[in-house]
């Protein structure tokens, strides 16, 4: 087993990745320039917080880095960047209390239930 799973060594296999399946692998990467774009409605500094908070609750270590310091570079606060990232625990926690709701209702009804 590996010794750990976040090895930024990894990173060179996107290269290998882009070979492998180029048009998926391309509009993958386009995908990010609409977090760099500097003409959309949004500005720049709540787009960066914005990625940094699905970042956060997607659990990626490299986005959170890269939109991070992004963030910083556009302007944001250390008050924002935090407040931003409990903002997506917020709702990272509600989430998984409305996925526990649809559990007990996939769970089926019991009799106490109906009452």
């Known amino acids: 087993m590996s010794e750990h799973y976040h090895d930024v060594a990894d990173l060179r296999l996107l290269k290998k990745m882009g070979a492998l399946a180029p048009v998926e692998f391309n509009a993958w990467v386009g995908l990010d320039g609409i977090v ?4 959309g409605a949004i500005p ?6 914005i990625a940094v908070a699905v970042a956060c609750t997607t659990q ?3 986005c959170i880095e890269v939109h991070s310091r992004a963030a910083k570079a556009a302007g944001a606060t250390r008050e924002e960047l935090v407040e931003s990232t409990i903002i997506a625990a917020a709702l990272r926690a509600g989430g998984a209390a409305t996925h526990g709701a649809m559990a007990l209702k996939f769970f089926g ?4 239930s109906k009452g």
């Open 44 to 49: 720049q500094k709540y787009r960066e917080l």
């Open 60 to 62: 990626c270590p490299y």
């Open 109 to 112: 009804e019991t009799e106490e």
């Open 36 to 39: 760099g774009r500097t003409d």
